[in-house]
């Protein structure tokens, strides 16, 4: 099986447990204002690769993984590539490679055969990573373009087989660094029993440059990223430092 692929990364640090192997997925279907990688839209754009020549890849870096290391699949959208992508960590659990998928859930529905092959992907995926955009539906919106509906029903199905979560939360000034919204997330975030982290990312513009590129308007041309403080105050209502699972 062949599936579009944007970038590879020999070593990662930020994106799951231990030094990662990222193989970063093309399309998506959402356009959140903040993203900083539109070149990774279009699912045409990306190479193809077969999933033997990507578990290849990420073979020749294992003796730098140490015990806690692995493979991460990001994007774009990985399951956008759902077929795609439970092949190659198939492939990746049959070598005995920790798997960790880095996903905003945007794909996600409990219909039909997508599921059915969701719940196989499941089998093989050691450690999800995935956002919250925005905890109000109509905010979601205007952020990301989608409802938002679907992925919390994914954040609830992941907490009932108790599949471990990162949880991420892009602070934006303007959008998402709010008190109020922050507190409704940090209790959505509490009705969940399978959180092992939660981290704040400061909005960046550094993306901005990538959109002029590609000829499309950068949507947060006049945001700030936000300041110190902010961040701190949100870290304190999400209470991250309340959840210790696989703390480097």
Known sequence: MKGYIHQLESFGCADGPGSRFIIFFAGCPLRCKFCHNPDTWDITKGTLYETDELIKEALSCRSYWGKKGGITVSGGEPLFQIDFLTELLTKAKEQGINTCIDTSGGCFTKEGEWFKKFEQLMEVTDLLLMDIKH??????????????????????????????????????????????????TRDFIRTLSNVKRVEILPYHGLGAIKYKDLGIEYPLKDTESPAKQRVENARTILECDKYTGWKE
């Open 135 to 184: 905890i109000n539906e109509e905010e979601h919106i205007k952020l990301t373009g989608k409802s938002g509906k679907n992925i919390i029903e994914m954040f609830r199905y992941l907490d009932e087989i108790k599949k471990p979560i990162w949880i991420r939360h892009v602070l934006t000034p303007g959008i998402t660094d709010n008190d109020t919204y922050l507190t409704e």
